[in-house]
């Protein structure tokens, strides 16, 4: 069962207070809410696909340990992704950290999707090994140039894609497929290159 709220269906709440009187719900996606409190988040011990836009206070991921999908803008004061032991799918939106590096976002082990749209990082040198990674998809970052080396970090890539991200050269793509051998799709800037 899923729950989902936004402002054009009526929804306007301040607060998710009211999912602990509903413990059972699996799926949770509210956008455009202004939300002043998550707590009623915590209730949900079986909480398996979570989508809340950034108008919220920071969440502690560590109390959703059940979660498999997750769909996040970052907050500076997030914590607890890295103990999503059974989170498989991972979309990251508008990441722009100060330094400019993956290293302030705690990666769960469990991935085997990875998509990270809008975020102002230069290079993907920063991401860490994630041994289960099947899936990356790379989507209108337009500051990125670098994929860096993506074949001794995801040896079970299949599926990559690197779209609307104008700085990365076709020479980067035609270089990092070449260490990726379970890859089945590649499209990158355009052109599918396997």
């Known amino acids: 069962m899923g729950v989902f709220g936004s402002p054009s269906f009526g929804f306007d709440n301040s607060d998710l207070d009211f999912l602990s009187e509903i413990p059972w719900v699996e799926d949770v996606w509210f956008w455009d809410v202004n939300l002043k409190s998550i707590d009623g988040l915590y209730a949900?011990?079986?909480?398996?696909?979570?989508?809340?836009?950034?108008?919220?206070?920071?969440?502690?991921?560590?109390?959703?340990?059940?979660?498999?999908?997750?769909?996040?803008?970052?907050?500076?004061?997030?914590?607890?992704?890295?103990?999503?032991?059974?989170?498989?799918?991972?979309?990251?939106?508008?990441?722009?950290?100060?330094?400019?590096?993956?290293?302030?976002?705690?990666?769960?082990?469990?991935?085997?999707?990875?998509?990270?749209?809008?975020?102002?990082?230069?290079?993907?040198?920063?991401?860490?090994?994630?041994?289960?990674?099947?899936?990356?998809?790379?989507?209108?970052?337009?500051?990125?140039?670098?994929?860096g080396d993506l074949g001794k970090k995801y040896p079970c890539l299949e599926h990559l894609v690197v779209d609307a991200c104008g700085r990365v050269p076709r020479s980067e793509g035609d270089r990092v497929i070449q260490n990726l051998p379970n890859l089945t799709h590649a499209y990158i800037q355009n052109v599918k290159l396997v």
């Open 44 to 147: 949900l011990q079986n909480l398996r696909c979570f989508g809340v836009h950034p108008k919220r206070p920071p969440i502690d991921f560590s109390h959703l340990v059940r979660l498999r999908e997750a769909v996040i803008e970052p907050k500076t004061k997030d914590c607890g992704t890295g103990m999503l032991k059974e989170l498989e799918r991972l979309h990251i939106w508008h990441f722009r950290p100060k330094s400019n590096s993956f290293s302030s976002f705690d990666f769960p082990e469990s991935l085997t999707e990875l998509q990270i749209n809008w975020a102002g990082l230069e290079s993907l040198e920063s991401l860490p090994a994630l041994p289960c990674l099947q899936r990356l998809e790379i989507h209108r970052c337009r500051n990125l140039q670098r994929l």
